[in-house]
């Protein structure tokens, strides 16, 4: 049996397919028992101290360098480390309230790189860019052994803190995590043409294998090279038949599931175990262990509203409360996943619904609370899953401001986002001016300052040596709104002397 991996395959050499349509995936059902297994495997993780050790697993983290620091930090750990240690992420120059937060969002930030298929790891599958599998190129990725089994770690970590990865993998991942047997159905998403090809041979008599011409093996083109693989010892001479051809497809849906990524994945699972115990996890079958570590990525604005809390005056019937949900109604899944992303850290939520969501000490609804003067930005507390929502006149207005606040901006110190103004960042670190952290506030508090792209340059990396001092200093303008106070003066000069200050010590 012929295959190129260079372009999906037709069917086997003289196998007449049959038409078929393609088989739509997706989620399966979540099993009623599902809520009591999750109960019992993190009652047994909390009774052997996963997570609740008496040491702190640190990992402080650049922005500017997530995946090199976390790998650093991670691959340094030992088993007990990663399996007690109560996980801690610290952003750099950033004071993060709890450790919800920033952990949420280091999760979410780590899984966009490490899992983005431009990084060299992983690959898009055949029928889709949604799904992603391991991909044999990443053989010539440095140390691709060590990044998988990083990896692997980091989904063990995911599980026992109870964060979810933005990632959605290959069915037939998870079953590798769990080391299930693969099945022909595995095969479906991966590859449906190929899935299709084995179908017929399982669903009708090949009595006549010799004459079809199928033994057990395959060819493969490899980078232009074609090389001829036994399935079995002395495979190329061995027809198939009727009798066998269970054997067969056993042999080629594995050879098809890990063709090429058999280190690779070996080295995942491996980092996997080391994180957690192999008995704790047969709780698991596949579907559940994608639920746990990824979610799911459609929004049920039901479910969402039926588990909001509002605070300091808002309720369900407040006018402003109204127009939220309006808006929310409006927006298109993708923008209701970016406003989750800037109120809780993560775009993913949890396989039971909102009512999972977790704050940085346990159980925490979504919640909006009345909050700041009617022109303000909404802001957010990641770590309470918080909304801060002005009151604001009119529908148009809130709808404006809410779309801006969850496009165009960053997290603030972990805690809050967005309309939180600048001086507060800037004010409290007036001992240890931090120039990344100025162009930052600057450069999204578009209602309280703007930076040029030659301030902006100065303060993004440029080395100290590529300066000449004075030379490029950061070119402020003040704020232009009639509501710029004297008081608020004082803080912009404040603001533009730290800022000369720290570019003064660059240079």
């Known amino acids: 049996m012929s295959y190129n991996s260079s372009a999906n395959p037709g069917p086997p050499q003289g196998l007449t397919m049959l038409n078929s349509s393609m088989v739509q995936r997706s ?3 979540i099993r009623r028992d599902l809520r009591a297994r999750l109960r019992r495997f993190y009652k047994k993780l909390e009774c052997e101290g996963y997570g609740r050790g008496p040491h702190k697993l640190k990992l402080p983290i650049r922005r500017s360098h997530v995946l090199k620091d976390a790998f650093s930090c991670i691959m340094s750990a030992n088993k007990q480390e990663l399996r007690r240690g109560r996980l801690v992420v610290a952003f750099e120059s950033e004071e993060g309230l709890g450790n919800g937060g920033p952990t949420r969002e280091f999760f979410h930030l780590l899984s966009r790189e490490l899992f983005n298929p431009a990084f060299g790891l992983f690959e898009y599958s055949a029928d889709d860019i949604h ?7 990443s053989a010539f990725v440095d140390d691709f052994i060590d990044w998988f089994r990083f990896a692997g770690r980091i989904f063990g970590l ?3 803190h109870r964060y979810l990865l933005n990632a959605s993998f290959v069915s037939h991942f998870y079953k590798s995590l769990l080391k299930l ?3 022909l159905n595995d095969l479906e998403s991966l590859d449906n043409e190929f899935h299709q090809s084995l179908e017929w041979i399982r669903d009708n008599d090949i009595s006549t294998g010799a004459d079809l011409g199928l033994t057990f093996c395959v060819t493969e083109n490899l980078f232009g090279k074609v090389v001829e693989r036994e399935l079995k010892p002395d495979g190329s001479n061995i ?12 042999h080629l849906i594995k050879w098809r ?3 090429g990524v058999q280190e690779q994945t070996k080295s995942l699972v491996r980092g996997f175990y080391e ?5 704790l996890i047969k709780l698991f079958d596949a579907d559940t262990l994608e639920l746990v570590i990824a979610g799911t990525g459609e929004i049920d604005i039901n479910d969402w509203r039926s588990h909001t809390e509002y605070r300091l005056g808002y309720n369900d019937n407040h006018q402003v409360i109204i127009w939220f949900w309006e808006a929310i109604e ?8 970016h406003l989750l992303k800037f109120v809780t850290g993560t775009s993913s939520i949890p396989y039971e619904g909102f009512s999972a969501f977790r704050g940085s000490s346990g159980p925490q609804c979504f919640c909006i609370e009345k909050w700041g003067n009617p022109g303000a930005l909404p802001r957010a507390h990641t770590c309470f899953n918080r909304l801060c929502l002005p009151s604001y006149a009119t529908a148009a207005l809130l709808y404006e401001k809410l779309l801006f606040a969850m496009e165009e901006t960053n997290t603030f110190d972990g805690v809050s986002k967005a309309a939180t103004p600048l001086w507060v960042g800037l004010m409290s670190r007036t001992r240890k001016p931090n120039v990344g952290c100025s162009i930052t506030f600057l450069s999204t508090s578009l209602g309280v300052a703007s930076i040029t792209r030659r301030g902006a340059d100065v303060v993004e990396g440029t080395p100290p040596r590529q300066l000449e001092k004075g030379k490029h200093p950061p070119q402020f303008s003040r704020p232009s709104t009639p509501h710029f106070r004297q008081s608020d003066r004082k803080v912009w000069h404040r603001i533009r002397w730290l800022a000369l200050k720290s570019t003064d010590r660059l240079n």
Not at 131 to 137: G, V
Not at 239 to 250: D, G, I
Not at 330 to 337: A, G, V
């Open 257 to 259: 599931l890990e063709r």
């Open 239 to 250: 027809s198939v038949t009727e009798n066998n051809k269970r054997e067969y497809l056993a």
């Open 330 to 337: 409006k927006f298109t899944n993708k923008q209701r996943l």
């Open 158 to 160: 995911a599980l026992i």
């Open 131 to 137: 799904t992603i599998q391991a991909s044999p190129q």
């Open 27 to 29: 989620l399966p059902p």
């Open 181 to 183: 047997p693969l099945a």
């Open 275 to 279: 994180v957690i115990d192999s008995r």
